[in-house]
């Protein structure tokens, strides 16, 4: 490569005469991109070398046998309140 580092390529080979080797460089993100990171300076790092890398995350919640579910009806604003939010 350009810069010196050696790149290894490991698999099967593709059929055909092969000409051009095509690279994409993905562009990271950098702290101050962040719109909280800039709102609360104060609470992030200055020395914060960057952010963990992409990964994925596996989320679940467990259910308890015999547990039902939380029965709460949502909140309605009556129509003198939706009148006072509007003005």
Not at 20 to 48: G, H, W
Not at 50 to 60: A, I, K, Q, T
Not at 69 to 85: D, G, H, N
Request: charged residues 30%.
């Amino acid at each position: 490569l350009s810069n010196g580092d050696i790149l290894e390529v490991h698999g099967e080979r593709p059929e055909g005469n092969l000409k051009q080797l095509k690279t994409m460089k993905v562009n990271e993100s950098k702290l101050k991109d962040i719109p909280v990171v800039r709102e609360f300076p104060d609470v992030f790092l200055e020395d914060l070398l960057g952010l963990p890398p992409s990964r994925e995350v596996e989320f679940r919640i467990d259910l308890i046998h015999g547990a039902m579910p939380v029965v709460k009806s949502p909140y309605r604003l009556a129509p003198t309140e939706m009148q006072e939010l509007a003005n």
